[in-house]
Protein backbone atom coordinates (compact mmCIF):
# COMPACT_ATOMS: atom_id res chain seq x y z
CA UNK A 1 0.00 0.00 0.00
CA UNK A 2 1.63 3.34 -0.90
CA UNK A 3 1.89 6.04 1.75
CA UNK A 4 -1.43 8.18 2.40
CA UNK A 5 -0.65 11.89 1.84
CA UNK A 6 -0.83 14.12 5.25
CA UNK A 7 -3.29 16.72 5.68
CA UNK A 8 -4.21 19.00 8.87
CA UNK A 9 -7.39 19.85 8.96
CA UNK A 10 -7.96 22.98 11.38
CA UNK A 11 -11.47 24.29 11.77
CA UNK A 12 -13.95 26.27 13.92
CA UNK A 13 -17.33 27.25 13.75
CA UNK A 14 -19.68 30.27 15.05
CA UNK A 15 -23.37 31.28 15.66
CA UNK A 16 -24.81 34.71 16.58
CA UNK A 17 -26.95 33.27 19.06
CA UNK A 18 -27.96 29.62 19.43
CA UNK A 19 -29.48 29.44 17.11
CA UNK A 20 -29.23 31.89 14.79
CA UNK A 21 -26.96 33.02 12.03
CA UNK A 22 -23.60 30.79 12.01
CA UNK A 23 -21.21 30.03 10.00
CA UNK A 24 -17.95 27.85 9.70
CA UNK A 25 -14.35 27.97 8.82
CA UNK A 26 -11.42 25.37 8.20
CA UNK A 27 -8.06 25.47 6.71
CA UNK A 28 -6.25 22.80 4.92
CA UNK A 29 -2.85 22.35 5.06
CA UNK A 30 -0.73 19.78 2.95
CA UNK A 31 2.41 19.51 1.22
CA UNK A 32 3.37 23.14 1.57
CA UNK A 33 -0.18 24.50 0.58
CA UNK A 34 -2.99 25.95 2.34
CA UNK A 35 -6.91 26.43 1.32
CA UNK A 36 -9.26 28.15 3.07
CA UNK A 37 -13.31 27.30 3.02
CA UNK A 38 -15.97 28.68 4.63
CA UNK A 39 -20.00 28.54 4.52
CA UNK A 40 -22.96 29.04 7.01
CA UNK A 41 -26.30 29.06 7.14
CA UNK A 42 -28.96 31.64 8.38
CA UNK A 43 -30.58 29.72 11.15
CA UNK A 44 -28.27 26.95 12.86
CA UNK A 45 -26.11 26.46 15.83
CA UNK A 46 -22.99 26.25 16.51
CA UNK A 47 -22.59 23.13 17.02
CA UNK A 48 -24.21 22.14 13.89
CA UNK A 49 -21.59 24.98 12.33
CA UNK A 50 -18.57 23.14 14.19
CA UNK A 51 -19.34 19.50 12.36
CA UNK A 52 -19.99 20.96 9.20
CA UNK A 53 -16.27 22.70 9.74
CA UNK A 54 -15.16 19.07 9.66
CA UNK A 55 -17.27 17.61 7.17
CA UNK A 56 -16.33 20.54 4.73
CA UNK A 57 -12.79 20.11 5.60
CA UNK A 58 -12.96 16.14 4.93
CA UNK A 59 -15.15 16.55 1.60
CA UNK A 60 -12.70 18.74 0.15
CA UNK A 61 -10.49 15.76 -0.18
CA UNK A 62 -10.23 13.81 -3.40
CA UNK A 63 -8.68 10.80 -2.21
CA UNK A 64 -7.43 8.42 0.51
CA UNK A 65 -5.53 10.51 2.79
CA UNK A 66 -3.54 10.59 6.87
CA UNK A 67 -5.60 13.51 8.55
CA UNK A 68 -5.10 15.50 11.64
CA UNK A 69 -7.85 17.71 12.35
CA UNK A 70 -7.56 20.26 14.87
CA UNK A 71 -10.90 21.58 16.37
CA UNK A 72 -11.99 23.77 19.52
CA UNK A 73 -14.67 21.59 20.09
CA UNK A 74 -15.31 19.09 22.81
CA UNK A 75 -18.61 17.96 21.07
CA UNK A 76 -16.86 17.27 18.00
CA UNK A 77 -13.96 15.70 19.73
CA UNK A 78 -15.11 13.99 21.99
CA UNK A 79 -18.16 12.84 19.91
CA UNK A 80 -15.84 10.77 17.91
CA UNK A 81 -12.88 10.20 20.25
CA UNK A 82 -14.96 8.70 22.95
CA UNK A 83 -17.19 6.80 20.63
CA UNK A 84 -20.44 8.81 21.41
CA UNK A 85 -21.34 9.33 17.50
CA UNK A 86 -20.84 5.67 16.72
CA UNK A 87 -22.78 4.22 19.83
CA UNK A 88 -25.36 6.80 18.84
CA UNK A 89 -25.61 5.70 15.53
CA UNK A 90 -25.65 2.21 16.33
CA UNK A 91 -28.52 2.75 18.56
CA UNK A 92 -30.60 4.61 16.23
CA UNK A 93 -29.60 7.75 16.98
CA UNK A 94 -30.61 7.45 20.66
CA UNK A 95 -28.20 8.81 23.43
CA UNK A 96 -27.16 6.29 26.56
CA UNK A 97 -30.15 7.85 28.15
CA UNK A 98 -32.45 6.88 25.47
CA UNK A 99 -33.10 10.59 24.31
CA UNK A 100 -32.57 11.39 21.19
CA UNK A 101 -29.16 12.55 19.84
CA UNK A 102 -28.58 15.77 18.38
CA UNK A 103 -27.64 16.09 14.61
CA UNK A 104 -27.60 12.90 13.54
CA UNK A 105 -27.62 14.01 10.23
CA UNK A 106 -24.54 15.66 10.36
CA UNK A 107 -22.98 12.80 12.39
CA UNK A 108 -24.05 10.37 10.16
CA UNK A 109 -22.26 12.07 7.17
CA UNK A 110 -18.69 12.82 9.51
CA UNK A 111 -18.69 9.34 10.19
CA UNK A 112 -19.14 7.66 7.06
CA UNK A 113 -15.89 10.72 5.74
CA UNK A 114 -14.07 9.27 9.14
CA UNK A 115 -14.28 5.83 7.37
CA UNK A 116 -12.61 6.72 4.23
CA UNK A 117 -9.45 8.35 5.58
CA UNK A 118 -7.12 7.41 8.41
CA UNK A 119 -7.56 10.19 11.13
CA UNK A 120 -6.66 11.83 14.15
CA UNK A 121 -8.55 14.52 15.94
CA UNK A 122 -6.66 17.22 18.22
CA UNK A 123 -8.34 19.59 20.47
CA UNK A 124 -7.14 22.80 21.09
CA UNK A 125 -8.30 25.40 23.27
CA UNK A 126 -10.30 28.19 21.49
CA UNK A 127 -9.61 31.78 21.51
CA UNK A 128 -6.17 31.44 22.72
CA UNK A 129 -4.10 32.52 20.18
CA UNK A 130 -3.72 29.23 18.55
CA UNK A 131 -3.04 31.13 14.59
CA UNK A 132 -4.97 28.69 12.68
CA UNK A 133 -8.03 28.39 15.20
CA UNK A 134 -8.50 32.15 15.37
CA UNK A 135 -8.07 32.07 11.50
CA UNK A 136 -11.07 29.93 11.63
CA UNK A 137 -13.08 31.67 14.31
CA UNK A 138 -12.46 34.82 11.56
CA UNK A 139 -13.79 33.19 8.57
CA UNK A 140 -16.71 31.08 10.22
CA UNK A 141 -17.75 34.73 12.21
CA UNK A 142 -17.42 36.63 8.72
CA UNK A 143 -19.59 33.95 7.20
CA UNK A 144 -22.20 34.45 10.23
CA UNK A 145 -21.85 38.13 9.82
CA UNK A 146 -23.52 37.91 5.71
CA UNK A 147 -26.57 37.10 6.98
CA UNK A 148 -27.57 40.46 9.10
Known amino acids: ?3 LTFVEIFTD ?11 WGTILRSCGT ?5 GGEKETTNNRMEL ?22 KYV ?4 TKGWAASWRKNGWKKADKKPALNPDLWERLL ?9 FVW ?6 HPENERC ?9 SFK
Open 1 to 3: MKN
Open 13 to 23: GACSGNPGPGG
Open 34 to 38: EKELS
Open 52 to 73: LAVINGLEALNRRCKVKIYSDS
Open 77 to 80: VDGI
Open 112 to 120: DLLALHDCE
Open 124 to 129: VKGHDG
Open 137 to 145: DRLAVTFSQ
